[in-house]
Protein backbone atom coordinates (compact mmCIF):
# COMPACT_ATOMS: atom_id res chain seq x y z
CA UNK A 1 0.00 0.00 0.00
CA UNK A 2 1.39 3.12 -0.99
CA UNK A 3 1.38 6.67 0.92
CA UNK A 4 -0.75 9.01 -0.10
CA UNK A 5 -2.93 12.02 0.41
CA UNK A 6 -5.96 10.55 -1.09
CA UNK A 7 -8.91 8.61 0.42
CA UNK A 8 -11.61 6.38 -0.20
CA UNK A 9 -14.84 8.11 0.51
CA UNK A 10 -18.41 5.69 1.07
CA UNK A 11 -21.83 7.20 1.43
CA UNK A 12 -24.09 4.15 2.41
CA UNK A 13 -27.85 4.89 1.47
CA UNK A 14 -30.80 3.06 1.84
CA UNK A 15 -30.95 2.18 -1.84
CA UNK A 16 -27.40 3.17 -3.29
CA UNK A 17 -23.73 3.46 -2.25
CA UNK A 18 -21.61 6.14 -3.87
CA UNK A 19 -18.61 6.89 -3.25
CA UNK A 20 -15.67 8.92 -4.94
CA UNK A 21 -12.01 8.77 -4.67
CA UNK A 22 -10.79 12.35 -3.14
CA UNK A 23 -7.64 13.92 -2.19
CA UNK A 24 -7.27 15.53 1.24
CA UNK A 25 -8.68 19.04 -0.03
CA UNK A 26 -11.71 17.61 -0.85
CA UNK A 27 -11.10 17.38 -4.46
CA UNK A 28 -13.10 14.17 -6.27
CA UNK A 29 -11.29 12.58 -8.81
CA UNK A 30 -13.19 9.96 -9.31
CA UNK A 31 -16.66 8.56 -8.41
CA UNK A 32 -19.46 6.13 -9.20
CA UNK A 33 -22.13 4.50 -7.38
CA UNK A 34 -23.66 1.08 -6.92
CA UNK A 35 -27.09 -0.53 -5.60
CA UNK A 36 -26.87 -1.30 -1.70
CA UNK A 37 -27.43 -4.86 -0.98
CA UNK A 38 -30.24 -5.21 1.09
CA UNK A 39 -28.31 -8.00 3.12
CA UNK A 40 -26.12 -8.39 5.58
CA UNK A 41 -23.00 -10.46 3.87
CA UNK A 42 -23.45 -9.13 0.03
CA UNK A 43 -23.71 -5.61 1.69
CA UNK A 44 -19.80 -6.79 3.18
CA UNK A 45 -18.93 -7.95 0.56
CA UNK A 46 -19.46 -4.80 -1.74
CA UNK A 47 -17.80 -2.44 0.82
CA UNK A 48 -15.20 -4.76 0.53
CA UNK A 49 -15.05 -4.74 -3.28
CA UNK A 50 -14.96 -1.23 -3.19
CA UNK A 51 -11.91 -0.83 -0.88
CA UNK A 52 -10.28 -3.72 -2.77
CA UNK A 53 -10.51 -1.21 -6.33
CA UNK A 54 -8.72 1.69 -4.57
CA UNK A 55 -6.84 0.52 -1.70
CA UNK A 56 -3.13 0.69 -3.79
CA UNK A 57 -3.90 4.67 -3.97
CA UNK A 58 -5.57 5.48 -0.75
CA UNK A 59 -4.48 6.29 2.87
CA UNK A 60 -8.03 5.92 4.58
CA UNK A 61 -11.43 4.93 3.83
CA UNK A 62 -14.21 7.49 4.87
CA UNK A 63 -17.57 6.15 5.37
CA UNK A 64 -20.82 7.78 6.15
CA UNK A 65 -23.63 5.46 6.99
CA UNK A 66 -27.34 6.06 8.63
CA UNK A 67 -27.65 5.01 11.92
CA UNK A 68 -26.39 5.71 15.83
CA UNK A 69 -22.40 5.57 15.13
CA UNK A 70 -19.92 4.93 18.17
CA UNK A 71 -17.20 7.57 16.96
CA UNK A 72 -14.53 5.41 18.84
CA UNK A 73 -14.94 1.69 17.12
CA UNK A 74 -17.41 3.43 14.67
CA UNK A 75 -20.12 0.74 15.06
CA UNK A 76 -23.46 0.91 13.82
CA UNK A 77 -26.24 0.78 15.97
CA UNK A 78 -30.07 0.52 14.12
CA UNK A 79 -28.88 1.31 10.69
CA UNK A 80 -31.66 3.31 10.17
CA UNK A 81 -33.51 1.89 6.69
CA UNK A 82 -30.84 -0.69 6.58
CA UNK A 83 -31.66 -2.36 9.82
CA UNK A 84 -29.17 -5.01 9.05
CA UNK A 85 -26.11 -3.36 9.29
CA UNK A 86 -27.19 -3.21 13.46
CA UNK A 87 -24.30 -3.52 15.36
CA UNK A 88 -21.67 -4.42 12.53
CA UNK A 89 -17.93 -2.46 12.34
CA UNK A 90 -16.82 -1.51 9.32
CA UNK A 91 -13.65 -0.29 10.67
CA UNK A 92 -13.18 -4.38 11.73
CA UNK A 93 -14.26 -5.68 8.81
CA UNK A 94 -11.77 -3.92 6.61
CA UNK A 95 -9.19 -3.59 9.00
CA UNK A 96 -9.41 -7.93 8.67
CA UNK A 97 -9.16 -7.86 5.03
CA UNK A 98 -6.81 -5.27 4.62
CA UNK A 99 -4.54 -4.43 7.38
CA UNK A 100 -4.60 -1.64 10.51
CA UNK A 101 -1.85 0.27 8.57
CA UNK A 102 -5.60 1.55 6.38
CA UNK A 103 -7.31 4.55 8.53
CA UNK A 104 -10.90 4.06 8.54
CA UNK A 105 -13.75 6.03 10.07
CA UNK A 106 -17.61 5.88 10.03
CA UNK A 107 -19.95 8.89 10.81
CA UNK A 108 -23.84 9.01 10.59
CA UNK A 109 -25.00 10.86 7.99
CA UNK A 110 -27.17 13.87 9.20
CA UNK A 111 -23.44 14.36 11.01
CA UNK A 112 -21.47 14.28 7.62
CA UNK A 113 -24.03 16.85 5.94
CA UNK A 114 -22.94 19.21 9.03
CA UNK A 115 -19.35 18.63 8.54
CA UNK A 116 -19.34 18.92 5.03
CA UNK A 117 -20.99 22.11 5.44
CA UNK A 118 -18.36 23.11 8.28
CA UNK A 119 -15.40 22.43 6.44
CA UNK A 120 -16.19 23.92 3.07
CA UNK A 121 -19.85 25.41 3.02
CA UNK A 122 -22.04 27.71 4.71
CA UNK A 123 -21.04 26.69 8.11
CA UNK A 124 -17.84 27.15 7.47
CA UNK A 125 -16.42 29.62 9.99
CA UNK A 126 -19.88 29.56 12.16
CA UNK A 127 -19.51 29.31 15.81
CA UNK A 128 -22.63 27.53 16.28
CA UNK A 129 -24.88 26.26 13.09
CA UNK A 130 -27.12 23.24 12.73
CA UNK A 131 -28.23 21.45 9.19
CA UNK A 132 -31.54 20.41 8.40
CA UNK A 133 -31.38 17.31 5.96
CA UNK A 134 -34.66 17.25 4.25
CA UNK A 135 -35.03 13.69 3.11
CA UNK A 136 -37.18 10.78 3.12
CA UNK A 137 -37.21 11.85 6.84
CA UNK A 138 -35.64 14.91 8.51
CA UNK A 139 -31.93 14.40 9.13
CA UNK A 140 -29.36 16.38 11.00
CA UNK A 141 -26.12 17.86 12.90
CA UNK A 142 -25.11 19.76 15.05
CA UNK A 143 -21.95 22.42 15.45
CA UNK A 144 -21.25 23.82 18.79
CA UNK A 145 -18.41 25.83 19.89
CA UNK A 146 -16.97 24.99 16.09
CA UNK A 147 -17.32 21.64 16.66
CA UNK A 148 -19.64 18.85 16.03
CA UNK A 149 -21.97 18.00 18.66
CA UNK A 150 -22.41 14.18 18.85
CA UNK A 151 -23.61 14.15 22.43
CA UNK A 152 -23.86 11.40 25.30
CA UNK A 153 -25.55 8.79 23.07
CA UNK A 154 -23.67 10.07 19.77
CA UNK A 155 -27.26 11.02 19.20
CA UNK A 156 -27.21 14.27 19.07
CA UNK A 157 -29.03 16.03 15.62
CA UNK A 158 -31.98 13.14 15.07
CA UNK A 159 -34.27 15.54 14.48
CA UNK A 160 -37.06 13.19 12.77
CA UNK A 161 -37.71 11.55 16.57
CA UNK A 162 -38.80 14.94 17.36
CA UNK A 163 -42.54 15.24 17.81
CA UNK A 164 -44.43 17.56 15.64
CA UNK A 165 -46.68 20.41 16.69
CA UNK A 166 -49.91 18.91 17.92
CA UNK A 167 -49.31 15.41 18.34
CA UNK A 168 -47.20 15.34 21.69
CA UNK A 169 -48.65 12.13 22.73
CA UNK A 170 -48.24 10.25 19.72
CA UNK A 171 -44.33 10.63 18.76
CA UNK A 172 -43.90 7.33 17.22
CA UNK A 173 -46.91 8.49 14.19
CA UNK A 174 -46.80 12.01 14.44
CA UNK A 175 -42.70 13.56 14.39
CA UNK A 176 -41.12 15.02 11.89
CA UNK A 177 -39.23 11.75 10.45
CA UNK A 178 -42.90 11.39 9.17
CA UNK A 179 -44.34 14.54 9.05
CA UNK A 180 -41.46 16.85 7.57
CA UNK A 181 -41.06 13.86 5.01
CA UNK A 182 -39.74 16.11 2.01
CA UNK A 183 -40.32 12.72 -0.36
CA UNK A 184 -43.93 12.55 1.00
CA UNK A 185 -44.67 16.42 0.44
CA UNK A 186 -43.52 15.88 -3.25
CA UNK A 187 -45.60 12.43 -3.92
CA UNK A 188 -48.71 14.41 -2.38
CA UNK A 189 -48.67 16.75 -5.07
CA UNK A 190 -47.43 14.68 -8.09
CA UNK A 191 -50.56 12.14 -6.65
CA UNK A 192 -53.03 14.98 -6.84
CA UNK A 193 -51.45 16.34 -10.44
CA UNK A 194 -51.12 12.87 -11.71
CA UNK A 195 -47.78 12.14 -12.80
CA UNK A 196 -44.97 10.08 -11.37
CA UNK A 197 -44.74 10.39 -7.13
CA UNK A 198 -40.96 10.87 -7.39
CA UNK A 199 -40.70 13.74 -9.86
CA UNK A 200 -39.78 16.39 -7.51
CA UNK A 201 -38.89 18.58 -10.74
CA UNK A 202 -41.93 18.75 -12.06
CA UNK A 203 -43.67 19.21 -8.26
CA UNK A 204 -41.74 21.83 -7.93
CA UNK A 205 -42.80 23.85 -11.40
CA UNK A 206 -46.49 23.48 -10.12
CA UNK A 207 -45.25 25.26 -7.26
CA UNK A 208 -43.76 28.14 -8.70
CA UNK A 209 -46.54 28.47 -11.46
CA UNK A 210 -48.53 29.26 -7.92
CA UNK A 211 -50.98 25.90 -8.79
CA UNK A 212 -53.09 26.24 -5.57
CA UNK A 213 -52.98 22.76 -3.83
CA UNK A 214 -49.35 22.58 -4.59
CA UNK A 215 -48.87 25.87 -2.92
CA UNK A 216 -50.85 24.95 0.09
CA UNK A 217 -49.06 21.67 0.46
CA UNK A 218 -45.47 22.81 0.08
CA UNK A 219 -46.58 26.17 2.76
CA UNK A 220 -47.71 24.03 4.98
CA UNK A 221 -44.42 21.70 4.77
CA UNK A 222 -41.93 25.00 5.33
CA UNK A 223 -44.08 26.02 7.81
CA UNK A 224 -44.07 22.63 9.40
CA UNK A 225 -40.02 22.78 9.62
CA UNK A 226 -39.96 25.83 10.41
CA UNK A 227 -41.76 25.27 13.50
CA UNK A 228 -39.25 22.40 14.37
CA UNK A 229 -36.30 24.83 13.61
CA UNK A 230 -37.69 27.14 15.95
CA UNK A 231 -37.81 24.64 18.89
CA UNK A 232 -34.37 23.60 18.37
CA UNK A 233 -33.37 27.45 18.44
CA UNK A 234 -35.30 27.83 21.65
CA UNK A 235 -32.65 25.29 23.08
CA UNK A 236 -29.29 25.57 21.19
CA UNK A 237 -29.79 29.49 20.13
CA UNK A 238 -27.08 28.94 16.86
CA UNK A 239 -26.37 31.56 14.05
CA UNK A 240 -27.32 29.76 11.14
CA UNK A 241 -29.15 26.83 10.12
CA UNK A 242 -29.07 25.47 6.31
CA UNK A 243 -31.17 23.58 4.50
CA UNK A 244 -30.20 19.97 2.51
CA UNK A 245 -31.13 17.50 1.28
CA UNK A 246 -32.38 16.64 -2.73
CA UNK A 247 -35.27 19.60 -2.52
CA UNK A 248 -32.74 22.12 -1.15
CA UNK A 249 -31.60 22.33 -4.66
CA UNK A 250 -34.79 24.49 -5.39
CA UNK A 251 -33.37 27.79 -3.55
CA UNK A 252 -37.21 28.48 -2.94
CA UNK A 253 -37.09 25.85 0.36
CA UNK A 254 -35.02 27.79 2.24
CA UNK A 255 -37.00 30.82 1.41
CA UNK A 256 -39.77 29.87 2.44
CA UNK A 257 -38.95 27.85 5.78
CA UNK A 258 -37.58 31.21 6.71
CA UNK A 259 -40.12 33.53 5.84
CA UNK A 260 -42.32 31.59 8.52
CA UNK A 261 -39.53 31.44 11.12
CA UNK A 262 -38.83 35.13 10.72
CA UNK A 263 -42.91 35.70 11.52
CA UNK A 264 -42.48 33.13 14.11
CA UNK A 265 -39.52 35.47 15.90
CA UNK A 266 -41.49 38.44 15.83
CA UNK A 267 -44.61 36.83 17.79
CA UNK A 268 -41.95 35.33 20.56
CA UNK A 269 -39.75 38.72 20.97
CA UNK A 270 -37.11 36.33 23.53
CA UNK A 271 -36.07 34.12 20.69
CA UNK A 272 -33.32 35.42 18.67
CA UNK A 273 -33.54 35.02 15.42
CA UNK A 274 -31.17 33.11 12.96
CA UNK A 275 -29.88 32.88 9.87
CA UNK A 276 -31.83 30.21 7.28
CA UNK A 277 -30.14 29.05 3.95
CA UNK A 278 -29.31 26.54 1.94
CA UNK A 279 -26.53 23.96 2.15
CA UNK A 280 -23.47 24.65 0.14
CA UNK A 281 -23.38 20.92 -0.95
CA UNK A 282 -26.48 18.37 -2.04
CA UNK A 283 -25.34 15.21 -3.29
CA UNK A 284 -22.30 15.08 -2.29
CA UNK A 285 -22.39 16.68 1.31
CA UNK A 286 -21.90 13.24 2.84
CA UNK A 287 -18.61 12.21 0.61
CA UNK A 288 -17.13 15.77 2.11
CA UNK A 289 -18.19 15.14 5.55
CA UNK A 290 -17.09 11.69 5.62
CA UNK A 291 -13.79 12.48 4.45
CA UNK A 292 -13.67 15.76 6.87
CA UNK A 293 -14.53 13.63 9.53
CA UNK A 294 -11.51 10.93 8.81
CA UNK A 295 -9.34 14.20 8.44
CA UNK A 296 -10.29 15.30 11.53
CA UNK A 297 -8.98 11.95 13.36
CA UNK A 298 -5.75 11.81 11.64
CA UNK A 299 -5.30 15.42 13.37
CA UNK A 300 -6.24 13.90 16.68
CA UNK A 301 -9.44 16.48 16.49
CA UNK A 302 -11.91 13.80 17.44
Not at 123 to 148: F, Y
Not at 199 to 217: N, P, T, Y
Not at 240 to 246: L, M, P, W
Request: with cysteine; glycine share 12%; hydrophobic share 40%.
Amino acid sequence: MTTTSKYLSIDIGGSSIKFGLMDHAGQIISRGKVTTPQKLDPFVKQILALVSQYVSQIKGVAICAPGKIDPHDGRIYYGGALTFLDKLSLPETIHQHFGNDLIVTVENDGKCAALSELWLGNLHGIDNGAAVVLGTGVGGGLILDGHLYRGTHFQAGELSFLPSYGAPNDIVNNNYGINGSAVKMVAKIAKHYGFDTGDGLRAFKKIKKGKKFAKKVFNNYCRQIAEMIFAIQSIIDVQRYVIGGGISAQPIVAKRIHHYLKKMVKRQATISHPEVVTAHFHNDANLYGALYNLLLRVNNEI
